[in-house]
């Protein structure tokens, strides 16, 4: 049952894309938190499996918004933010499930932490027991973004610590950060689709002097679907946004100074990345269509992000290893 509470406020926020497979077991991991949840939103990004069916049997436990077609994961999450009033939002991919002290556990590292903005917790890989799925963010001097301890036991990675950012998988942010850094009303960039827009609102957030927080503590686990499959089998859309929206993330947030220092990781990176896109993935070339698109607006939300910066650079590309 959901309750009120005088502590801070929770709101948790799910999009959906044909989920029938994993949603009701989501939705019991959530009702099953130590914590009172405000409120439950969901937005349903034009399902046409049983999703839908499933979701209205939490008739009055939740709240739904129905697309009539799929705005993909940042708009569909903007969607659910402007929809909430709460201290804290968690946003959730419904392949997750949650330890009953998730929340609670987020929610202490936070008011621990007044220059935190997000946290995220040890997400465990529902495809193999007892290993890392994601335990924060981690940037390379390249430009490349990984989880932390991904495939590594969970046992390495038990100690709590600030890291560059957190999973968009079940990251809890709070409305103090998603204010200060949205840009044009935007959180998530809609210009993402989807994909990597959770490194972007990390490397934008600590441009502003937000950190983020990695608590062991907090448990949940992920099936991640389509990453847990070989590259090939990966949808051709999927493949796209993910190689073009990392060149989105550096026009926006990148410093000139750092490209320059740091032009040997990128250098190396772009030439094997530029050879194996030629010979085995020619159809990724096709992406670079979009980002020209949006290459007048991209600039005007780098402008305001720059202009927006609060924090010493050095402290930023701290984060930034080889």
Same mark, same amino acid.
């Given at each position: 049952?959901?309750?009120?509470?005088?502590?801070?406020?929770?709101?948790?926020?799910?999009?959906?894309?044909?989920?029938?497979?994993?949603?009701?077991?989501?939705?019991? !991991?959530?009702?099953?938190?130590?914590? #009172?949840?405000? +409120?439950?939103?969901?937005? $349903?990004? @034009?399902?046409?499996?049983?999703?839908?069916?499933?979701?209205?049997?939490?008739?009055?436990?939740?709240?739904?918004?129905?697309?009539?077609?799929?705005?993909?994961?940042?708009?569909?999450?903007?969607?659910?933010?402007?929809?909430?009033?709460?201290?804290?939002?968690?946003?959730?991919?419904?392949?997750?499930?949650?330890?009953?002290?998730?929340?609670?556990?987020?929610?202490?590292?936070?008011?621990?932490?007044?220059?935190?903005? !997000?946290?995220?917790?040890?997400?465990? #890989?529902?495809? +193999?027991?007892?290993?890392? $799925?994601? @335990?924060?963010?981690?940037?390379?001097?390249?430009?490349?973004?990984?989880?932390?301890?991904?495939?590594?036991?969970?046992?390495?990675?038990?100690?709590?610590?600030?890291?560059?950012?957190?999973?968009?998988?079940?990251?809890?942010y709070s409305r103090v950060m998603v204010e200060d850094i949205s840009i044009f009303g935007e959180f998530f960039d809609e210009d993402f689709f989807a994909y990597k827009e959770d490194v972007d609102v990390a490397w934008r957030a600590q441009l502003m002097g937000w950190g983020a927080y990695y608590e062991s503590k907090a448990v949940a686990t992920h099936e991640r679907g389509w990453k847990s499959g070989k590259r090939k089998e990966q949808p051709i859309f999927v493949r796209r946004l993910s190689y073009i929206n990392r060149y989105k993330m550096m026009l926006k947030n990148d410093i000139i100074g750092y490209v320059f220092l740091h032009c040997f990781y990128l250098?190396?990176?772009?030439?094997?990345?530029?050879?194996?896109?030629?010979?085995?993935?020619?159809?990724?070339?096709?992406?670079?269509?979009?980002?020209?698109?949006?290459?007048?607006?991209?600039?005007?939300?780098?402008?305001?992000?720059?202009?927006?910066?609060?924090?010493?650079?050095?402290?930023?590309?701290?984060?930034?290893?080889?």
């Amino acid at each position: 049952m959901l309750m009120k509470s005088k502590r801070s406020t929770v709101s948790i926020h799910i999009v959906t894309f044909n989920s029938e497979s994993c949603i009701q077991n989501c939705l019991e !991991s959530i009702f099953q938190q130590s914590y #009172s949840i405000s +409120q439950i939103i969901i937005v $349903d990004n @034009a399902s046409s499996d049983r999703t839908k069916e499933f979701l209205k049997k939490y008739h009055g436990e939740i709240d739904i918004l129905y697309n009539s077609s799929n705005k993909g994961f940042a708009q569909a999450h903007n969607q659910a933010i402007r929809s909430s009033h709460s201290d804290y939002f968690l946003v959730l991919n419904p392949d997750i499930r949650l330890d009953k002290n998730y929340v609670s556990y987020l929610i202490e590292a936070m008011e621990d932490h007044p220059s935190v903005g !997000s946290s995220a917790g040890m997400l465990l #890989s529902q495809n +193999q027991l007892g290993f890392i $799925d994601s @335990a924060g963010l981690v940037i390379k001097r390249s430009r490349r973004a990984f989880d932390r301890g991904q495939n590594d036991p969970s046992l390495k990675w038990s100690r709590s610590t600030e890291v560059f950012g957190v999973s968009g998988a079940a990251a809890l942010y709070s409305r103090v950060m998603v204010e200060d850094i949205s840009i044009f009303g935007e959180f998530f960039d809609e210009d993402f689709f989807a994909y990597k827009e959770d490194v972007d609102v990390a490397w934008r957030a600590q441009l502003m002097g937000w950190g983020a927080y990695y608590e062991s503590k907090a448990v949940a686990t992920h099936e991640r679907g389509w990453k847990s499959g070989k590259r090939k089998e990966q949808p051709i859309f999927v493949r796209r946004l993910s190689y073009i929206n990392r060149y989105k993330m550096m026009l926006k947030n990148d410093i000139i100074g750092y490209v320059f220092l740091h032009c040997f990781y990128l250098l190396s990176f772009e030439v094997l990345s530029l050879g194996y896109t030629i010979l085995r993935e020619p159809q990724l070339i096709l992406a670079w269509g979009d980002l020209f698109n949006k290459f007048a607006t991209i600039i005007k939300k780098r402008k305001q992000i720059q202009e927006k910066r609060k924090v010493s650079l050095q402290r930023v590309y701290n984060w930034f290893n080889s």
